[in-house]
């Protein structure tokens, strides 16, 4: 291995600590407590070494959300995947659905990153990154199949993931009862999923 192959593996090993620590510190105290004095602190390296990763905080906190999205759509694919057969399209839309709010539950401060902090990421564009793409299609993979007659997919994932976004950051601000909870969940599946 010769030394510039050493050196670039060793910064793709501080990049991921980072976002690592990053990620714990905010899924532990929130975004407010992550900073790159104390980013520098818990991972021992000098905050201009951070700055040379990053930017600033808004590039890191995109850097989570892009690891984060991967996540969700292995979460959400997994889940898809691992509904009965004879449940059909509706036990998919309703695995789909159960896993994305899991996931926002879970996950508190990389759901934040995904969809309410400035990470600097493009979405709904061609510029958007790939891997904000692929969750996207994580759920058009299932959605589509539920859309219904003369409804574009697209359109219909859009007003499916408005829904589930809605449902994950009320519950999470306490605004809904959480004994509604799994009927919230049937009610969207039964209402909009046309099967």
């Known amino acids: 291995m010769s030394v510039q192959e050493r050196k670039e593996r060793e910064r793709a090993a ?29 991972i021992e390296y000098s905050q201009p070494v951070l700055y040379s990763h990053f930017r600033g905080k808004r590039e890191i906190i995109g850097a989570v959300a892009l690891e984060g999205v991967a996540e969700l759509a292995a979460a959400v694919r997994s889940a898809t995947s691992a509904a009965p057969a004879a449940d059909g399209p509706r036990g998919r839309v309703a695995a789909l659905a159960h896993a994305y709010l899991d996931f926002a539950a879970r996950h508190p401060a990389v759901y934040d990153a995904l969809f309410q902090l400035d990470g600097g990421l493009a979405y709904a564009r061609e510029d958007t990154p790939a891997p904000l793409k692929d969750a996207f299609a ?16 697209g359109a219909f994932t859009e007003t499916f993931w408005a829904a589930l976004h809605g449902l994950a950051t009320l519950t999470r601000a306490g605004r809904l009862p959480p004994e509604y909870a799994a009927s919230r969940v049937e009610l969207l599946v039964d209402r909009l999923a046309r099967v």
Not at 138 to 153: F, I, K, N, R, Y
């Open 14 to 42: 501080r990049e991921r600590l980072i976002v690592a620590t990053a990620r714990e510190l905010a899924e532990e105290q929130g975004w407010d407590a992550v900073t790159t004095r104390r980013l520098a602190e818990r």
């Open 138 to 153: 994580s759920l058009l993979e299932t959605l589509a199949e539920v859309a219904g007659d003369g409804v574009d997919p």
